[in-house]
T-cell receptor, first 114, second 114 residues
Framework: AQSVTQLDSHVSVSEGTPVLLRCNYS??????LFWYVQHPNKGLQLLLK??????LVKGINGFEAEFKKSETSFHLTKPSAHMSDAAEYFC????????????FGGGTRLMVKP | ETGVTQTPRHLVMGMTNKKSLKCEQH?????MYWYKQSAKKPLELMFV???????ENNSVPSRFSPECPNSSHLFLHLHTLQPEDSALYLC?????????????FGEGSRLTVL
C-alpha cells in the first residue's frame, strides 16, 4: 500500500521569502514521487519528479525538492516566492507494486502576500 | 496550453438530465484518464483507458459511463446524477499506462448537479 500526507493544508508567505511545502509518503517499494501545481481554474501541471536518480530534483519555475528516504519525505522548496506561485500544490507517489497508479496528497494551498 | 482540451468547461444539470463531458488530447498519447476533484478531498481516479481499452474502473457508480472511441478522445456520459457528484472532472493523458507519473491534464469540466 502507498499513501502520501501533505502536512499543511494552507501555507502563507510574503513575496520574496522562501517557500516550504511539506510532504511525507509511505510506500512498500521504491517510490517515484512528484509535485504537481494547480492554478485557479486550471488543470494540474507537473512541477518536478523523482525516479530514483539524484535525490535533489529541480523543477520548473525555480522549485526543487529533496528525496529523503530516512525521513520518508519529499518537501518542495523555493528560495524566493513570487506572486504567480499562488496555487494549490499536490504531492504524488507511485510505485511498481501499485501498478504505477498515482496516489495524490490532499493538496497545500500556497498564498503569497505582497 | 497542455495539449488536452476539455469541453464544456462548466455544466449545470438536473438529476434527471443526461449529458456528456468530452476530452481530446493532441499529444499522441496512448493512455487517458478521468479524475474527480471534490472540495476537501484528494483527487480520485475514476477510469483509465490504454489503447482505447478500459483497464481501470475504481468502483465508480454506473451513472458515470466512460467511452473511448479512439486514442485521442475520451467521453464521460452522465445520467441521473446526484448533488454529491458536483465536482471538477479532470481528464488527463500519458504516453502509456506504465508512465502514469507524467500526466498531462486538461483544465477540467466544472459540474454542478441541482
Amino acid at each position: 500500500a502507498q499513501s502520501v500526507t501533505q502536512l499543511d493544508s494552507h501555507v502563507s508567505v510574503s513575496e520574496g521569502t522562501p517557500v516550504l511545502l511539506r510532504c511525507n509518503y509511505s510506500s512498500s517499494y521504491s517510490p517515484s514521487l512528484f509535485w504537481y501545481v494547480q492554478h485557479p481554474n486550471k488543470g494540474l501541471q507537473l512541477l518536478l519528479k523523482y525516479t530514483s536518480a539524484a535525490t535533489l530534483v529541480k523543477g520548473i519555475n525555480g522549485f526543487e525538492a529533496e528525496f529523503k528516504k530516512s525521513e520518508t519525505s519529499f518537501h518542495l522548496t523555493k528560495p524566493s516566492a513570487h506572486m504567480s506561485d499562488a496555487a494549490e500544490y499536490f504531492c504524488v507517489v507511485t510505485a511498481y507494486n501499485a501498478g504505477n497508479m498515482l496516489t495524490f496528497g490532499g493538496g497545500t494551498r500556497l498564498m503569497v502576500k505582497p | 496550453e497542455t495539449g488536452v482540451t476539455q469541453t464544456p468547461r462548466h455544466l449545470v444539470m438536473g438529476m434527471t438530465n443526461k449529458k456528456s463531458l468530452k476530452c481530446e488530447q493532441h499529444l499522441g498519447h496512448n493512455a487517458m484518464y478521468w479524475y474527480k476533484q471534490s472540495a476537501k478531498k484528494p483527487l480520485e481516479l475514476m477510469f483509465v483507458y490504454s489503447l482505447e481499452e478500459r483497464v481501470e474502473n475504481n468502483s465508480v457508480p454506473s451513472r458515470f459511463s466512460p467511452e473511448c472511441p479512439n486514442s485521442s478522445h475520451l467521453f464521460l456520459h452522465l445520467h441521473t446524477l446526484q448533488p454529491e457528484d458536483s465536482a471538477l472532472y479532470l481528464c488527463a493523458s500519458s504516453h502509456d499506462r506504465g508512465n502514469t507519473g507524467e500526466l498531462f491534464f486538461g483544465e477540467g469540466s466544472r459540474l454542478t448537479v441541482l
